[in-house]
């Protein structure tokens, strides 16, 4: 079945420093999201992407999309204390019938300020 | 709009006992599912509904069981609860279209523990 990974599995980062978490699925995927989770709290929708070589902002955000559909990054900026948390890729579920997203194990992301 | 609820929010079992997590949603969502989330291990699908009256498992549908009678709810059964059921339970929920797929929406999360 479908395989989406994701590295690194934890990034300790010091405030202000950029990061950067990569998605890999083991097949072409018709559109990939990300979803940020608060520690003790749960997954919120960022963004989706659908084209080959899509790139989206938002704020200090910045999603790609590969050429080849196969991965995917996200690149945050200058973080802050407020972007700690776990982001999640989420691909949907390949074969006829299923209609899920298979998720990503996830980055954690660690902010010493 | 209230999103998606999920009741009850913190719940400890005892092996074997049975019990219902409750899920609803007030966005006429077509598609709802039941997730689990443990240390390192991500989100993993449990079941998922495209509508009322039908339901499909995901990835780790043993010891569960689900039924979809109404748009709106979607409650997960334990049937026989294990301490390997401990985790954090997710329930979501997005539009169904035939064109590309919509964001999900996620509940708050119940936290079960079973002893």
């Known amino acids: 079945g479908q395989q989406v990974m994701q590295i690194p599995q934890y990034q300790h980062v010091q405030e202000g420093e950029d990061f950067t978490t990569y998605c890999n699925s083991s097949?072409?995927?018709?559109?990939i999201q990300w979803y940020k989770q608060r520690p003790g709290g749960h997954p919120v929708f960022l963004i989706q992407l659908v084209k080959s070589g899509e790139v989206k902002k938002q704020k200090r955000l910045t999603f790609q999309f590969g050429e080849a559909k196969k991965n995917s990054s996200l690149h945050i900026t200058a973080t802050q204390t407020t972007d700690v948390g776990t982001y999640f890729c989420a691909g949907p579920e390949s074969g006829g019938g299923a209609d899920g997203l298979t998720f990503g194990k996830g980055t954690h992301l660690i902010i010493q300020p | 709009n209230a999103g998606v609820t999920q009741t009850p929010k913190f719940q400890v079992l005892k092996t074997g006992q049975s019990m219902t997590l409750q899920c609803a949603q007030d966005?006429?969502?077509?598609?709802m599912s039941w997730y689990r989330q443990d240390p390192g291990m991500g989100l993993r699908l449990i079941h998922y509904?495209?509508?009322?009256?039908?339901?499909d498992q995901g990835e780790v549908p043993n010891g569960y069981n689900v039924s979809r009678s109404t748009t709106e709810d979607f409650p997960l059964r334990l049937l026989s609860a294990a301490p390997s059921q401990t985790s954090v339970y997710f329930c979501?929920?997005?539009?169904?279209?035939?064109?590309?797929?919509?964001?999900?929406?996620f509940g708050p999360g119940t936290r079960l523990t079973v002893l």
């Open positions: 966005m006429n969502h077509e598609y």
């Open positions: 509904s495209v509508g009322a009256g039908i339901t």
């Open positions: 097949t072409t995927l018709s559109n």
């Open positions: 979501a929920s997005r539009l169904r279209t035939s064109s590309s797929y919509n964001e999900q929406f």
